[in-house]
T-cell receptor, first 117, second 115 residues
Framework: AQSVTQLDSHVSVSEGTPVLLRCNYS??????LFWYVQHPNKGLQLLLK??????LVKGINGFEAEFKKSETSFHLTKPSAHMSDAAEYFC???????????????FGGGTRLMVKP | GAGVSQSPSNKVTEKGKDVELRCDPI?????LYWYRQSLGQGLEFLIY????????KSGLPSDRFSAERTGGSVSTLTIQRTQQEDSAVYLC?????????????FGDGTRLSIL
């Protein structure tokens, strides 16, 4: 069984300050991990993915995330927030499905990022 | 097309009616997935297709829900005798192949409202 916990439902930062969105996961297998962003009335856009290569993963729009197996964490960071970063962010673990096949995604509850001018 | 396309983008219908939601995946993607996003439940996985086959239907909320995929491309999610608790955004995604390290690409969703 797999699960994802996003530790903060809301995060508010000022424009130009760092962003930290926290995510912890559990998985029975070696998981793949993703961060997706969702802007209002839009689908989910892939920010970055971890698939057992480098533990520090760089994504689009200046975001990056570090996979820490010992802490079962995959926190998302960005050095300097921009107004356009305001959105909802989902940490996702991908694992084998119930029948030991498939590509089942388990989503965290989401973190709404607000950016103040 | 360039991305996953879903239609309609919005659907309002009366309780008890049937609805059909359509998903057109990225060309060449063999795997297709349906999810539901609602306020109380967050994002939940419904069903996936490998080609035209859906090996595991246990994620569907009830027997009023069904999905099919024909020709390895377009998929439809059908909800019969809709109930108010079916109101949600239904998201479709596709990936190149069915592997856990493959990112899924999402459409913008169909916002379903049951009156």
């Amino acid at each position: 069984a797999q699960s994802v916990t996003q530790l903060d439902s809301h995060v508010s930062v000022s424009e130009g300050t760092p962003v930290l969105l926290r995510c912890n996961y559990s998985s029975s297998y070696s998981p793949s991990l993703f961060w997706y962003v969702q802007h209002p009335n839009k689908g989910l856009q892939l920010l970055l993915k971890y698939t057992s290569a480098a533990t520090l993963v760089k994504g689009i729009n200046g975001f990056e995330a570090e996979f820490k197996k010992s802490e079962t964490s995959f926190h998302l960071t960005k050095p300097s927030a921009h107004m356009s970063d305001a959105a909802e962010y989902f940490c996702v673990v991908s694992d084998l499905g119930r029948n030991n096949a498939g590509n089942m995604l388990t989503f965290g509850g989401g973190t709404r990022l607000m950016v103040k001018p | 097309g360039a991305g996953v396309s879903q239609s309609p983008s919005n659907k309002v219908t009366e309780k008890g009616k049937d609805v059909e939601l359509r998903c057109d995946p990225i060309s060449g993607h063999t795997a297709l997935y349906w999810y539901r996003q609602s306020l109380g439940q967050g994002l939940e996985f419904l069903i996936y297709f490998q080609g035209n086959s859906a090996p595991d239907k246990s994620g569907l909320p009830s027997d009023r829900f069904s999905a099919e995929r024909t020709g390895g491309s377009v998929s439809t999610l059908t909800i019969q005798r809709t109930q108010q608790e079916d109101s949600a955004v239904y998201l479709c995604a596709s990936s190149l192949v069915l592997q856990s390290n493959q990112p899924q690409h999402f459409g913008d969703g169909t916002r379903l409202s049951i009156l």
